[in-house]
C-alpha cells in the first residue's frame, strides 16, 4: 500500500495508463457531446448511437442467435453425418442475411427519392437481385455438400472394399 | 451456483497484481454488489454454448480490426481535407480543435481521391463481417455479473459503449449514406465526422488497454496449427481471466478455421459486391447491389451521374443558347458564350472523378484550360476561384478551388466528353473537372467563375 502506483492499483483498480487512456476517451466524447448539444438534431444523433448498440446487442444478435438455435435442434438428428449439413445451411444463410443488413436501403426501397435524386435511377433491381444472390448462394453450398457427401460415401465403400 | 472461474480485472498490462480478488475501493461496495446477483444471471452464464469463443479467437478478429481500421481512419480524415477545409467548405466547417492541420489538396496523382474515398467506403464495408465477429465472440461479457469490480472496470465499460456505438454509428450512417436512405434526419457530415472521434478516441483506449492480451492470446494457439484443427478435433480453450470461453461449452459444430472461414468469406462476399463502384468496364456492373453500379444509359454519357438536372432545379431553358459564362478577375468581368469557349484552345484529359460515396469512373474530358480563363479574366496568378452553377440551392452550388487546382494543366472547364458534348446531366453546358478532386467541388452547369487575386485573396 506504500507507493502511489499500489495505492492506485488498490483504489481505481488498475495502473495509470489505463487511468489515462480510458479518461481521454471519455473526455473526448463529452467534448463532442456538449459541442453537438446545441444542435437541433442532437436528439436524433445520440438516439441513433445508443439505438445502434440496442439494435445489435439486444435485438439482431438474439434473433441470429435464436434461428440458430432453431436450425440446430432441425438438423440435430443428422448429427451422425460426417459432412455437416447443418453448416451448408448456415452459410448462405448467413451470407444472405449479411447482404440484406448491408444493402438493405436498396432491397427493401427506403430512398427512393434521394436515389432517384442523385443517380437518376430507381431502386426496383435490388430486390430480385438479392433474391438471386441469395437463390445462387444456396444452391452453390448444396452442390458442395453433395460432392462431399459423395467423397465420402466412395472414400467409405473404398474402405470396406479393402476390408473384405 | 456463482461461476468459480479467475475473477476478471481491468485488462493486461494495468492488470492488478496486488489484489488477488480484484475489488477496488470502495471494496465493501464492490464485494456486496458482486454477491447480489440478480435473478437469471447465472442462467444466462450456463447458456452460452459455443466452444470457440475464447482470446485467440476474439484476438484474431480483433488483429484484422486492429491492422485495417486505423486505414479507414486515416483516409476519412484525408476525403474531409480533400473538401478544402482552409475555404470552409469541408463539413462539418466549425469543428473547434479537432481541426487537422489544414494544406492544399495536391492535384497529383489524378487518381488519389479516388483512391482515398474508395479505399475508406470498401475497407469500411469489407469489415462489417468482422466487426460483427468480433461483437459475437465478446458478447457473453455484456451479461456478466458483476458488471464491474472497480471504478477502473466502470470507466473501461463506458468506453466500449463509445466503441461500440462509435463503430455501429459509423458503418449505420454510412451505409445509408452511399445508398441515399437519410433515414436519420440528421446532418451526415456532422454526424460521421464527430462521430469518427467518438470511435477513434475509444478505439486507442481499447488497444492500449488490451494490445497484450492480444499478444498473449494469438501466442497462446499457433495460427497455423489452428487453422488445421478439423471441427472435430474441435475443443474449448481453458478458462480466461475475461471470462470469454464458456462455462458449459457444447460440442463444436464449427472448427475455428471455419469460424475465421465465415468471417473472412463474408468479408470476401462483400469486397466482390463493392469493389465494382470504383472500377470501368464491364466490372462495373458487380457491384450488383449498390446505386453505382449501373450505368445510367448507353453511349459516351452513360457513367454514373451524381444529381440530376432535375433534382438540381436547373432549369433547360438556362442551359440554352442565351447561356452566358460570366469571368471575373478583381473589376474585370468577361462574358463568354459555348461557341466563344469552343473557340478558344481545347484541351483533353482523361480524369477520375470520384465521388465521396465511394465510387469513381474515368472519362476522357475536353474543354477549356481554367488557368487560360483565368488569364483571360486578369488573374493569371490566382490566390482562388470561386465557381457559380445555375442550381439556385444546395450545399455545393459554388465551390472554391485552390491556386494549384486552378493551375494544374489538366484542370478544366469541360464541354465535351468523350468526344460529344456534355449530358445535361453531366453539366451541360459546362462543368469544372479538376484532377483528384471530390466530384461534388466539380461543378457543374457553371454560371460564373470568379478569379480572386492575390491582392484581395
Known amino acids: ?30 467534448w463532442v457531446a456538449l459541442r453537438l448539444a446545441g444542435e437541433a438534431t442532437a436528439g436524433r444523433m445520440l438516439l441513433w448511437f445508443l439505438g445502434a448498440v440496442i439494435a445489435h446487442d439486444l435485438v439482431l444478435f438474439p434473433l441470429y442467435a435464436t434461428a440458430d438455435r432453431v436450425l440446430r435442434a432441425l438438423v440435430r438428428h443428422r448429427a451422425g453425418n460426417r459432412v455437416a449439413l447443418l453448416n451448408h445451411l448456415r452459410v448462405p444463410a448467413l451470407a444472405s442475411a449479411l447482404l440484406l443488413l448491408v444493402f438493405a436501403p436498396g432491397i427493401l426501397r427506403l430512398g427512393e427519392t434521394t436515389h432517384l435524386a442523385a443517380t437518376g435511377q430507381d431502386q426496383h433491381p435490388y430486390l430480385a437481385r438479392w433474391l438471386q444472390l441469395t437463390a445462387a448462394l444456396f444452391v452453390l453450398s448444396a452442390l458442395t455438400y453433395a460432392l462431399r457427401a459423395l467423397a465420402r460415401r466412395r472414400q467409405s465403400s473404398g474402405k470396406r472394399s479393402e476390408r473384405a | 451456483m456463482a461461476t468459480s472461474r479467475p475473477g476478471p480485472d481491468a485488462g493486461g498490462i494495468d492488470a492488478p497484481t496486488s489484489d488477488a480478488d480484484g475489488y477496488g475501493t470502495p471494496r465493501r461496495f464492490w464485494r456486496a454488489l458482486d454477491r447480489h446477483r440478480p435473478p437469471g444471471v447465472d442462467a444466462a452464464d450456463r447458456s452460452w454454448r459455443s466452444p470457440l469463443r475464447g482470446p485467440w479467437l476474439t484476438a484474431v478478429y480483433g488483429t484484422a480490426l486492429l491492422v485495417t481500421l486505423p486505414l479507414v481512419i486515416v483516409t476519412g480524415l484525408l476525403d474531409y481535407a480533400a473538401y478544402g477545409p482552409r475555404f470552409d467548405q469541408a463539413f462539418p466547417s466549425d469543428v473547434g480543435w479537432l481541426r487537422l492541420p489544414t494544406f492544399d489538396w495536391p492535384t497529383r496523382p489524378s487518381w488519389l481521391f479516388r483512391v482515398t474515398q474508395g479505399l475508406h467506403v470498401t475497407l469500411g464495408i469489407v469489415l462489417i463481417p468482422v466487426v460483427l465477429g468480433k ?29 461500440v456505438g462509435g463503430i ?32 477513434t478516441g475509444a478505439f486507442v483506449a481499447h488497444v492500449v488497454v488490451k494490445l497484450p492480451r492480444l499478444i498473449t492470446a494469438l501466442r497462446s494457439r499457433p495460427l497455423g496449427a489452428e487453422l488445421r484443427t478439423p471441427r472435430a478435433a474441435t475443443r474449448p480453450e481453458p478458462p ?4 470469454l470461453v464458456a462455462a458449459r461449452p457444447g460440442p463444436a459444430t464449427v472448427s475455428r478455421r471455419g469460424a475465421v472461414g465465415l468471417v473472412g468469406g463474408g468479408a470476401l462476399l462483400l469486397a466482390a459486391l463493392t469493389v465494382g463502384q470504383s472500377l470501368d468496364g464491364p466490372l ?11 450505368q445510367p444509359g448507353p453511349g459516351p454519357n452513360g457513367f454514373p451521374v451524381n444529381r440530376t438536372i432535375a433534382a438540381a432545379g436547373v432549369r433547360p431553358e438556362q442551359t440554352g443558347p442565351d447561356w452566358r459564362l460570366i469571368l471575373r478577375g478583381g473589376d474585370r468581368t468577361v462574358t463568354l458564350d459555348r461557341p466563344g469557349l469552343l473557340a478558344m484552345a481545347q484541351h483533353t484529359a482523361a480524369l477520375p472523378i470520384s ?62 466528353v468523350n468526344g460529344v458534348d456534355l449530358s445535361p446531366d ?6 469544372v473537372i479538376v484532377p483528384a478532386l471530390p466530384g461534388v467541388h466539380c461543378t457543374k452547369w457553371v454560371a460564373e467563375i470568379d478569379f480572386q487575386g492575390r491582392a484581395d485573396g
Open chain 1, 1 to 30: 500500500m506504500g507507493d502511489p502506483t499500489s495505492r492506485l492499483r488498490a483504489g481505481y483498480g488498475a495502473g495509470s495508463r489505463h487511468l489515462i487512456v480510458v479518461t481521454a476517451a471519455i473526455v473526448l466524447a463529452g
Open chain 2, 135 to 163: 461483437l459475437w465472440s465478446v458478447i457473453p461479457k455484456l451479461f456478466n455479473w458483476p458488471p464491474a469490480r472497480s471504478l477502473a472496470q466502470v470507466l473501461e465499460r463506458l468506453t466500449l459503449l463509445l466503441l
Open chain 2, 168 to 199: 455501429l454509428f459509423q458503418i449505420a450512417t454510412g451505409l445509408l449514406n452511399i445508398q441515399y436512405a437519410y433515414l436519420f434526419g440528421f446532418d451526415f457530415y456532422t454526424a460521421h465526422y464527430f462521430g469518427a472521434w467518438i470511435f
Open chain 2, 240 to 243: 480466461d481471466p475475461d471470462d
Open chain 2, 284 to 294: 462495373r456492373r458487380t457491384a450488383l447491389l449498390l446505386p453505382r453500379g449501373r
Open chain 2, 355 to 416: 465521388c465521396v460515396e465511394g465510387w469513381s469512373t474515368r472519362q476522357t474530358w475536353t474543354g477549356v484550360r481554367l488557368r487560360d480563363l483565368a488569364a483571360l479574366a486578369g488573374v493569371a496568378d490566382p490566390a482562388a476561384a470561386r465557381v457559380s452553377s445555375l442550381e439556385r440551392a444546395g450545399l455545393f452550388r459554388t465551390a472554391m478551388l485552390a491556386p494549384n487546382q486552378v493551375l494544374d494543366p489538366d484542370s478544366l472547364l469541360a464541354l465535351r
Open chain 2, 426 to 431: 453531366h453539366g451541360y453546358p459546362a462543368r
